[in-house]
């Protein structure tokens, strides 16, 4: 079965730190860019990061630029995001997403081939 499978969600206190990870079951990562997305409730999907194939490209929202890092271990098969100086508005469910190999990190949502089931983000205190 090919799919992706988040992990690493759960409560923090703001200004905490979590790291999600995106593992591949049945199929390499080596041939995809991944993104990171999250919805919170009553609000839009948001797309937060994208990372080529390589890894050489990466780019970020700007409500997490400077606080939250995307990377990539592909002989694990496995995208990281490392989440730092959470903030309340960071609640979400967070999910990961296969999308086509290119030079650069692109993840535009309508290219996306594989998606994950997500894990739930809390930020509170």
């Known amino acids: 079965q090919l799919q992706l499978v988040e992990s690493g969600g759960g409560l923090v206190q703001p200004g905490g730190s979590l790291r999600l990870s995106c593992a591949a079951s049945?199929?390499?990562?080596?041939?995809?860019?991944i993104g990171w997305f999250r919805q919170a409730p009553g609000k839009e999907r948001e797309g937060l990061s994208c990372?080529?194939?390589?890894?050489?490209?990466?780019n970020y929202a700007d409500s997490v630029k400077g606080r939250f890092t995307i990377s990539r271990d592909n002989a694990k098969n496995t995208v990281y995001l490392q989440m730092n100086s959470l903030k309340p508005e960071d609640t979400a469910v967070y999910y990961c997403?296969?999308?086509?190999?290119?030079?650069?990190?692109?993840?535009?949502?309508?290219?996306?081939?594989?998606w994950g089931q997500g894990t739930q983000v809390t930020v509170s205190s």
């Open positions: 990372i080529s194939s390589s890894g050489s490209s990466t």
């Open positions: 997403a296969a999308f086509p190999s290119r030079v650069q990190a692109i993840c535009v949502p309508r290219e996306s081939i594989y």
């Open positions: 049945g199929f390499s990562l080596d041939y995809y860019a």
